[in-house]
């Protein structure tokens, strides 16, 4: 019963000043609705690009041959450094923290031809394990290379979705024969298209994969382009590429301390160094948007101090029949904050809709793939109400402290 007092008193207070109290909860809604659609932008293209980095290579360390730039055991500086297969071994053998290794042998202006459909690219020649450490799904109905395509030399290929387009259009290249440099290859799965921020010689939409023993058969190179590794535990990446070092340098004769010597990039690393990244670009959204919510703060403590005013015979009534200060400060800050909740609740109403609707326009390329993608997470959810709450009570709080110091006797000869 207390409960529907002070909402009769804050619609009665309301009815008063029916345009000034529009304009706040507008307000209020307003800044609520910048809030949640500035920081779910910002969380939903913090994703893409992580996605788009993860798509490339799945959180691996490559290692990429080099030359010496230290003197070592009397050998000079400026010695090349070959990796090869036995290198794979090796390092699966001395990095127990490495979960899997997997070699990198490519050739570039591979031509691929089906009849007189033909396309040039990148083909990779690769371990099975690679497609998870580069995110190498098959549409359904096709596979990846497997241990048998490895063991036996098959000449099978997988084709990304552009390479599949070209040579085979709208037929399901699965099961399908196609000349590879002139030998013939059968194509047993098909990438569909996948978002990329980085990539190695292309993108995958663009790549042909061929096992590493079917490559070595045919061209018979002995040196790789990179060796790739993914950690068990992504946060041990300093200590993985430390071991690469040492053991790599013992092998191949030079300083564990060359850093030169092999270049390695851990994709850990980069992923942290974009998430502070975009941390810092969400923290300046959502403060961007508070603005707007605190302008909305002012509008409510000015009406809470205009009602103040109104009733400021009624107080001192209160005060003199025994009412406390809390109960009066109750009464203003709880109507603050029912006027922000009413705000925000349409705010956060709005934006869910607009996010939703968003979502339903199609953006498979370009810009609107990043863009037009916001994500309304919990965490977005938690700082808009705490903010909305943070608000209605500072609103609340001076015009109620203010009419719980109203002199009671002063109050009585207000007019």
């Avoid at 500035?38 to 990429?64: C, K, Q, Y």
């Avoid at 500086?77 to 490495?98: N, Y």
Wanted: glycine letters at 8%; aromatic letters at 8%; hydrophobic letters at 45%.
């Amino acid at each position: 019963m207390h409960l529907w007092m002070l909402i009769r008193e804050f619609l009665q207070d309301i009815k008063k000043q029916r345009l000034r109290a529009f304009l706040t909860t507008f307000a209020i809604t307003w800044g609520t609705l910048v809030v949640i659609l500035l920081m779910s932008f910002g969380a939903g293209l913090s994703f893409r690009m992580r996605e788009g980095l993860l798509n490339a290579a799945d959180r691996v360390i490559t290692v990429w041959p080099n030359q010496t730039t230290i003197k070592y055991q009397g050998l000079p500086i400026g010695r090349r450094i070959g990796l090869t297969e036995e290198d794979v071994e090796l390092l699966q053998q001395s990095l127990p923290m490495v979960s899997q290794v997997c070699p990198q042998q490519g050739k570039h202006g591979t031509r691929l031809r089906n009849g007189s459909r033909t396309a040039l690219t990148y083909m990779e020649a690769v371990y099975p394990n690679f497609e998870w450490m580069r995110r190498m799904y098959p549409a359904a109905g096709g596979r990846f290379l497997d241990a048998m395509d490895q063991q036996e030399k098959r000449r099978v290929v997988f084709i990304g979705s552009e390479i599949a387009r070209e040579l085979f259009g709208e037929e399901n290249p699965v099961g399908k024969g196609c000349e590879l440099d002139g030998l013939p290859f059968t194509v047993v799965g098909v990438l569909p298209k996948k978002m990329q921020t980085s990539m190695n010689n292309g993108p995958d939409d663009r790549r042909a994969v061929i096992p590493y023993s079917t490559f070595q058969s045919i061209y018979g190179w002995r040196y790789l382009n990179s060796i790739i590794l993914q950690p068990a535990n992504p946060q041990e990446g300093k200590l993985i590429k430390e071991e690469i070092y040492r053991v790599l340098g013992r092998k191949h004769r030079f300083d564990p301390k060359d850093d030169k010597a092999l270049f390695v990039w851990d994709v850990a690393e980069t992923v942290a160094i974009q998430d502070k990244i975009f941390l810092g670009l969400n923290i300046f959204m959502g403060v961007v948007g508070s603005m707007t919510l605190i302008i909305a703060g002012v509008g409510v403590a000015n009406i809470m101090y205009v009602v103040v005013k109104e009733r400021t015979r009624e107080i001192g009534i209160k005060r003199a029949v025994g009412a406390r200060r809390w109960h009066i400060m109750l009464q203003i800050i709880f109507e603050s904050l029912l006027m922000s909740t009413i705000g925000g609740l349409v705010g956060i109403l709005a934006a869910t809709g607009i996010i939703k609707a968003i979502w339903l326009i199609p953006a498979q390329d370009g810009a609107m793939q990043f863009l037009g993608r916001p994500l309304l997470s919990t965490s977005v959810m938690v700082i808009a109400v705490s903010l909305l709450a943070l608000i209605g009570l500072l609103a609340g709080f001076f015009p109620a402290r203010r009419a719980a110091h109203i002199d009671p006797v002063e109050a009585l000869r207000y007019e």
